[in-house]
Structures are given as C-alpha cells and as structure tokens.
C-alpha cells in the first residue's frame, strides 16, 4: 500500500519499536489516513517524538498492537503538538477518523502507485471526506485509462465534473424561475380577468334584485289602493 511519505517515515518508527517489544503489526487504510491526518497538521519528527515519548511510558508488560497504531495516538498528538511549533500551515479544514475508508483505500490501494506528498495528502484528506465513492473511483479509473496516476489530474477530473453538475444546476434554476415568472403573469392576468366579469356579475344581479325589489314595492301599493 503507498502512502506519503511523511507517513511512511512514521509508521516505519512505530514498526521498529512494535518488533523491539516483540509485537508484530500490520497496517490497514485507517492507519494510513490516520497517519497522514498528524502528518498533514504537525512535522515528522515532532510527531515520531511524542510517540517515543508516550510509549516509553508504559509499562513494557502492557504494550499491545494497538499502541503501535497511527489511531491509538492521534488524539495524544492532537493534544501535545496543537499549539506548538510543530505545527504546519495548512489552509482548509483537515478532517478526522471516518466511518468508512473505502475511498481512501481506492486511492492509496488501488489508484497511486508512488508514495506522495504531503500536499497530496491534504489534496485526499478533502477528496475522500467531500466527494462520493462514485466520483472517486469514477475520477481513478478515467485517470488510469489515460495512464496518470496522480492525485492532481484525478482532482482536476472531480473538480471538472464538479463544475459540469454546478451549471447544470444553475441552468435549471434559472429555467424554472422563467417558467414561474410566466406563470405569475399569466396568473395575474387571469385574476383580473376573473375579477372584471365577477364584478359585472355582482353589478347584474344587484340590478336585477333592486328591480325586482322596486317591482314588488309598486304591486303592493297597487294592491292597497284597489283594496282602499
């Protein structure tokens, strides 16, 4: 599995101690990820000295697997190199643990074929936290076809399609306040169209009771009179 470099360099020093304590370990993505989250945000070598640190004080009796794993210390990193200067400059948020690192391995297990840098690293971190497992894999495979194998041009190509969908959007959006536009005339016509023959209806049929009413009033006073 490739990885960064930077990583590389830190996962071989928690090999090293694992053998020296007789653990074996292995690595998965999540380890790699994991890895590559610290080095992003802090140096290497700041990095390899917490870790020497911090294992140096347990008791060798209870040093596991796990204690040689990227994951079990990221926190503890976090903590003691936060506001130091080992700290990198990196614009952008870097995100953390995920529930499911299929397109980090997709890109580190089946994609690149070198391991990479650590502006690479921060070009992942976003692609496997922003973009779906589809466009991912679809970016790789278009990449491959084309023979790149480089985080760059499998960006551009998400960055493309990206790009494509976000005018399409626009274009559908600006179509359907057209047709509501169109629709609220036409609406507006028909309301005074409707109001106008409503109102002459109201005007008729108030004429039509007043004479009536006015009908009524003379057959009564006819009729009192001839009574008279």
């Known amino acids: 599995m490739v990885m960064s470099r930077a990583t590389r360099n830190v996962i071989n020093e928690l090999d090293k101690i694992a053998s020296s304590n007789g653990v074996q370990g292995f690595i ?32 060798k ?25 080992a700290t990198r400059e990196v614009s952008g948020t870097v995100y953390g643990e995920m529930v499911d690192y299929n397109a980090f391995n997709h890109i580190v297990g089946m994609f690149l074929v070198s391991d990479y840098s650590v502006q ?11 973009a779906s497992l589809s466009d991912i894999i679809n970016a790789c495979n278009t990449a491959k076809q084309n023979g790149v194998h480089t985080i760059a041009y499998m960006r551009a190509i998400i960055d493309g399609e990206n790009g494509k969908r976000e005018a ?23 309301i005074h169209r409707h109001t106008a023959i409503e109102l002459a209806e109201i005007q008729y049929n108030y004429e039509k009771k007043r004479e009536s009413s006015d009908l009524e009033a003379a057959i009564r006073k006819l009729l009192g009179s001839m009574g008279g």
């Open 28 to 59: 998965v993505p999540a380890h790699v990820y994991m890895c590559d989250y610290m080095t992003i945000k802090y140096s290497t070598q700041a990095i390899i000295n917490v870790l020497r640190s911090q294992i140096s004080k347990i008791p």
């Open 168 to 190: 399409e959007r626009q274009r559908a959006e600006q179509m359907n306040m057209k047709i509501a536009a169109s629709s609220g005339r036409l609406m507006h016509n028909d």
């Open 61 to 85: 009796h209870k040093r596991e697997y796990k204690h040689f794993t990227p994951l079990y210390w990221y926190k503890v990193v976090d903590n003691m190199l936060g506001n130091g200067t």
């Open 120 to 130: 690479d690293s921060v070009y992942i971190n976003n692609l496997v936290n922003t």
